[in-house]
Structure formats: C-alpha cells, structure tokens
C-alpha cells in the first residue's frame, strides 16, 4: 500500500529558517512527512536510501559518492543507510552497485540513470551493469544519458522527471548546452520516451536555477524558487503540467547554494510513477525543442 508519508532527514530541522519554510508548504497543501532518524550530518536523504521500486521492494545501492570519498571534509557526511529503517515490512534487496537514489529516476517500466553509472561501477561490463540495473528495478529498460557537466553529482534527478508512461520532463538546455540538450534528447528518443520542457537557470556549481527538483507527492507540487527571473515562468510551467494538483513554490536558495534542492531533500516508499492519481492529462502540455 501507498504511505502517504513523506520522509526527510532529522538533520533538516537544523536547515533555518529554510525547514519552517518547508513546513508551512507542507502543511498547506496536507503533506504529512516524518523524520529519519540518526542523520543529522546529511539532509540529501534522497541519495543514501533505498530506491523504492514500483513493486514495493526497496533496493539498498552502497552509498559512496565520488564527490563526498575524495573530500577529506565531507567524507564523513557518507551515511550507512542499512542501518536505518523507515518501514520494516518493505523487503529490502541489498546490492554492491555504486548508485546515488538522486541518480535513479524511475517511470513506468524504465530507469533513466546519467552515464556516471558506468564510471562508478567498473568492475561491471556495460551490458551486466544494464542487466542488473534492470533486474533490481524491476523494470524492461534502462536509459542512460550524459550527465550535465554543470552538476558535480552528476545526477539524473537535476535533468530529467518522470510524467507520463511515455514522457519525461526536461530541463531547457537551449540557453545554458544546447549540445547537452540534443544528446539527451537523443538517448531519450531512442528509448521511446517523448519529452516536456521546463525552465533550467544554471548557476553554476550550485542546484540554485534547477527547477526540475522539484517535489511531487501525493497531489501536491512544490516547485523550488531561487530568487531568479525565471521563477514565475517556472510556477507557470508547472501549473500548466499539473493540473490536478495543488502547485506552491518554495525558497530553496539556503539548500540550493549546499548542491541540492527539493527532491534531494526528500524520500518516498514509491516511486512518483506509482503515486495515486485519480486523474491523468490526456495530452501533456507541449513546450518541446
């Protein structure tokens, strides 16, 4: 069954005055979320937990993120997330896969992941590590695409949503990498998958102008704002993609300056694909490249 929770770090409550912000959108559009304990050293709780797959298994990659092992400073930020149990009646399938969740976005039959994958697994051939991938989630095909050199995550989360069974949502590279754009594009259209375009204001070593971290729960959308220009075109664009659910906005700057935003933030025991919908857009909203 669905859990209506949403889940986030206890080290969140620490993130003020960003955390009473978070709390006030919650509780405006009715989102109840509770906190993982024993991480108060890490708020991308996104990253380290289980990836929560569409037949309720929770797949438990090892966390050892390039970014935070070669940091001297932020390496004991790395969190062992099989010590942490949110919901004991989910079977959890362990794996020795080097995979951020943050670079698992997961739709109805496919996993995008950027290509990092390969560089983070080597011992694993091309072909195996696809196989597998597709194995522990459950689904026909696995998408890799370029990840953006702009994100030092180098993850898929801050490029790409799921939406509909055959479309994406894609952040505009048009002004910031076109090139990135296509090849993304490309690797996106070969899996058959169609795409829906919103706002990217990238600002460099940061997630400040990443819209597309946004969160979606339940009938809620949270899109994250920046104090940019290209916020209210963001708000827009997301109202016009959701129109059954409730749309807010959120001062993400505080986390955003840290390299993530709202989705990062956040976890859920299903995929968005799976969340309860009672009503599907026949058509999305086209604003495609």
Same mark, same amino acid.
């Given at each position: ?37 024993? $991480?108060?050293?890490?708020?991308w ?21 390039d970014?935070? $092992? ?9 969190? !062992? ?10 079977p959890? #399938?362990?794996?020795?896969?080097? *995979?951020?969740?943050?670079?698992? #976005?997961?739709? @109805?039959? +496919? ?10 697994? @080597? ?12 194995r522990?989630?459950? *689904? ?10 702009l ?14 069974? !055959? ?5 505009? +590279?048009? =002004? ?7 090849? $993304?594009?490309?690797?996106?259209? /070969?899996?058959?998958?169609?795409? /829906? ?9 940061? &997630?400040?102008?990443? +819209?597309? =971290? ?7 959308v ?24 409730? *749309? ?5 700057? &505080? ?24 009503? #599907?857009?026949?058509?999305? *909203?086209?604003?495609?490249?």
């Amino acid at each position: 069954m669905f859990s209506r929770i949403l889940w986030v770090a206890d080290g969140l409550l620490s993130q003020q005055p960003f955390h009473d912000g978070f709390y006030r959108v919650m509780n405006r559009i009715g989102i109840r979320y509770g906190c993982i304990q024993g $991480v108060a050293h890490n708020i991308w709780c996104r990253d380290y937990m289980p990836v929560a797959t569409a037949q309720g298994t929770l797949v438990q990659f090892r966390y050892w993120p390039d970014y935070l $092992v070669r940091s001297p400073k932020h390496r004991r930020t790395i969190v !062992d997330a099989s010590t942490l149990v949110v919901e004991r009646s989910r079977p959890r #399938v362990q794996s020795d896969l080097i *995979v951020d969740g943050g670079n698992v #976005v997961l739709g @109805p039959g +496919y996993a995008i992941l950027t290509r990092k994958v390969l560089r983070e697994n @080597p011992h694993y051939t091309r072909h195996r590590l696809i196989a597998e991938l597709g194995r522990l989630l459950g *689904v026909d095909r696995i998408v890799l695409i370029p990840d953006d050199p702009l994100d030092f995550t180098g993850h898929a989360d801050g490029m790409v949503s799921a939406y509909t069974n !055959d479309t994406v949502l894609l952040n505009d +590279y048009r =002004n910031s990498d076109p090139e990135l754009g296509i090849r $993304v594009r490309r690797a996106l259209r /070969e899996a058959g998958l169609r795409h /829906e375009l919103v706002p990217y204001a990238p600002q460099g070593g940061t &997630a400040l102008g990443c +819209y597309i =971290n946004f969160l979606r729960h339940i009938q809620g959308v949270v899109v994250p704002l920046y104090g940019l220009p290209e916020d209210e075109q963001a708000l827009r664009r997301f109202a016009e993609l959701f129109p059954w659910h409730e *749309v807010r906005g959120l001062d993400c700057r &505080a986390i955003a300056q840290q390299g993530g935003s709202l989705h990062c933030i956040t976890w859920a025991t299903l995929p968005e694909c799976c969340q309860p919908n009672p009503r #599907v857009r026949p058509e999305p *909203v086209t604003n495609r490249a």
